[in-house]
């Protein structure tokens, strides 16, 4: 039972190089979303989906891209990777409901931008 | 501005010490509520919630009342043990299945 999967665990990059950070879920969710979590600040959503196709920004989304292909795969781009983007990166998914439902997180990726 | 308050940490308590963590929240209406906690290492995970206001969610000790009059969802637990270590999160809901988080509270329990 995998849950949701996240990788890579660890990742550094310089400055302007560009990555991909991959999600998959196997619970057939529809809602899947990215965090990123810095100290003292919680976590704060980047971007959401609330089912394939379709995508939308949360609180903190400059400087990344998302798409929805399929119900189990949400990966997250860095286009051109900045110092202010070293955080780590939590994926969650979630049923659609009638109020908010628990939210299940991958381990989460740990980026350091130098 | 954050809508999730909790008390700052770290908190440091020894072992079988009653654990009290501050949460006040601002929303518009009535949002669930939610404490989430993260072991060294791992994601988050749900610890416990509450849909409605007077409502207690429980789990493994830990209790949080929804309290509507003071916007408050406290966590707490009788009797903390060492393998409570960890950092813990209130939450709230913020539309469709949005989560709007506190910044954390880092707990430490000593032997």
């Known amino acids: 039972n995998a849950g949701v999967t996240q990788t890579p665990k660890f990742q550094v990059l310089k400055t302007g190089q560009s990555m991909t950070l991959q999600c998959a879920q196997d619970?057939?969710?529809?809602?899947m979303s990215w965090y990123r979590q810095d100290p003292g600040m919680g976590l704060r959503l980047i971007h959401y989906?609330?089912?394939?196709?379709?995508?939308d920004q949360g609180e903190v989304p400059n400087g990344y891209n998302v798409s929805r292909s399929t119900t189990e795969d949400f990966p997250l781009r860095l286009l051109s990777a900045a110092p202010s983007q070293t955080s780590v990166y939590f994926c969650?998914?979630?049923?659609?409901?009638?109020?908010?439902?628990?939210?299940?997180f991958g381990q989460g990726t740990r980026l350091t931008v130098v | 501005g954050n809508s999730v308050t909790q008390m700052e940490g770290p908190v440091t308590l020894s072992e079988e010490a009653f654990l009290t963590i501050n949460c006040t929240y601002t929303?518009?209406?009535?949002?669930?509520l939610f404490w989430y906690v993260q072991y060294p290492g791992e994601g988050l995970q749900l610890l416990l919630k509450?849909?409605?206001?007077?409502d207690k969610g429980s789990n493994k000790g830990f209790e949080a009342t929804y309290r509507k009059e003071t916007t408050s969802f406290h966590l707490e637990k009788g009797s903390v043990q060492v393998s409570d270590s960890a950092v813990y999160f209130c939450?709230?809901?913020?539309?469709?299945?949005?989560?709007?988080f506190g910044q954390g509270t880092r707990l430490t329990i000593n032997p």
């Open positions: 969650a998914s979630s049923y659609l409901g009638g109020s908010v439902t628990e939210a299940f």
């Open positions: 619970m057939n969710h529809e809602y």
């Open positions: 989906s609330v089912g394939a196709g379709i995508t």
């Open positions: 929303a518009t209406g009535y949002p669930s």
């Open positions: 509450a849909t409605k206001a007077d």
């Open positions: 939450a709230r809901g913020g539309g469709a299945q949005k989560l709007v």
